[in-house]
């Protein structure tokens, strides 16, 4: 299947860049994922003490630490064996690492040996070409109340069909075609890494197909007095929840 060809690249891609993605985040991630990302996916989460979650594709663990500090069980998992070798060099309690793939059904079907109270996958499902097996894993994963949060690449204000002007305003392209492109994340990284673009009513359907409800919807942006940049007036980050329905 062509998707899996482009995965196994793709994973060969993310072993290259692992250190250059460790040196940028860092213990606990950068500006936007401490702005942007992190607090609200926690919010959203809205997980307590001793509860379980599980964190799709991990690359650093920087979410699993800081999730594992406040007492969560955390299980996270990343296809790129040296992502999770740099995870485990960060000394943190509570947390549970493997190298699994989430384009893998047979690696789906071994985490369903427990449920969990959240399920996290941050910026991941822009990198990966085959998210539809994982949501079809996660209604048997969550618990009743549990809670599915992702975030991804903000697909109308930060993709390959989006160019910036001078005026900070923005001109898009072909935002309705599902498509796959190579970029970076970020300047260090040694390989150009895949994207796989797809419109938010791509991402929204999937889950309603299977049986999930959206009920958490937010475009973070930063503060304004910050940055004066085009991510301050357009939101580069989408971050959904959904449980089930
Ligand atoms: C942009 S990084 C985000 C990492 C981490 N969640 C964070 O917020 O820093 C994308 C991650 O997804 C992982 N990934 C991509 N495809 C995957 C797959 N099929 N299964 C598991 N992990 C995958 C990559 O190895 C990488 O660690």
Same mark, same amino acid.
């Given at each position: 299947?062509?998707?899996?060809?482009?995965?196994?690249?793709?994973?060969?891609?993310?072993?290259?860049?692992?250190?250059?993605?460790?040196?940028?985040?860092?213990?606990?991630?950068?500006?936007?994922?401490?702005?942007?990302?992190?607090?609200?996916?926690?919010?959203?989460?809205?997980?307590?003490?001793?509860?379980?979650?599980?964190?799709?594709?991990?690359?650093?663990?920087?979410?699993?630490?800081?999730?594992?500090?406040?007492?969560?069980?955390?299980?996270?998992?990343?296809?790129?064996?040296?992502?999770?070798?740099?995870?485990?060099?960060?000394?943190?309690?509570?947390?549970?690492?493997?190298?699994?793939?989430?384009?893998?059904?047979?690696?789906?079907?071994?985490?369903?040996?427990? &449920?969990?109270?959240?399920?996290?996958?941050?910026? %991941? $499902?822009?990198?990966? #070409?085959? *998210?539809?097996?994982?949501?079809?894993?996660?209604?048997?994963?969550?618990?009743?109340?549990?809670?599915?949060?992702?975030?991804?690449?903000?697909?109308?204000?930060?993709?390959?069909?989006?160019?910036?002007?001078?005026?900070?305003?923005?001109?898009?392209?072909?935002?309705?075609?599902?498509?796959?492109?190579?970029?970076?994340?970020?300047?260090?990284?040694?390989?150009?890494?895949?994207?796989?673009?797809?419109?938010?009513?791509?991402?929204?359907?999937?889950?309603?197909?299977?049986?999930?409800?959206?009920?958490?919807?937010?475009?973070? &942006?930063?503060?304004?007095?910050?940055?004066?940049? %085009? $991510?301050?007036?357009? #939101?580069? *980050?989408?971050?959904?929840?959904?449980?089930?329905?």
């Amino acid at each position: 299947m062509k998707s899996e060809k482009v995965n196994k690249e793709n994973r060969n891609i993310w072993d290259v860049n692992a250190n250059d993605w460790d040196e940028a985040m860092g213990e606990a991630g950068n500006d936007w994922h401490k702005e942007l990302i992190a607090p609200e996916t926690e919010r959203l989460l809205g997980l307590k003490e001793g509860d379980r979650l599980l964190d799709v594709g991990c690359g650093n663990g920087l979410f699993a630490r800081r999730m594992a500090k406040k007492g969560i069980q955390v299980r996270a998992f990343d296809f790129s064996e040296n992502n999770i070798r740099n995870a485990k060099k960060y000394d943190c309690d509570n947390i549970s690492y493997e190298v699994l793939d989430a384009t893998n059904d047979a690696d789906l079907e071994s985490l369903q040996d427990m &449920t969990y109270d959240g399920i996290v996958s941050n910026m %991941v $499902f822009m990198d990966m #070409p085959d *998210i539809e097996k994982l949501f079809k894993q996660i209604h048997k994963l969550l618990t009743d109340e549990g809670s599915f949060v992702f975030s991804i690449q903000h697909p109308c204000f930060n993709s390959e069909f989006v160019e910036v002007q001078e005026s900070n305003s923005l001109v898009i392209h072909d935002y309705m075609k599902e498509s796959t492109s190579k970029g970076t994340a970020i300047t260090t990284q040694k390989q150009e890494q895949f994207y796989f673009h797809r419109p938010i009513s791509y991402y929204l359907n999937l889950g309603v197909q299977n049986a999930l409800v959206i009920d958490g919807f937010f475009e973070p &942006t930063f503060e304004q007095n910050n940055r004066d940049d %085009v $991510f301050s007036k357009f #939101p580069p *980050i989408l971050i959904v929840r959904m449980r089930k329905a």
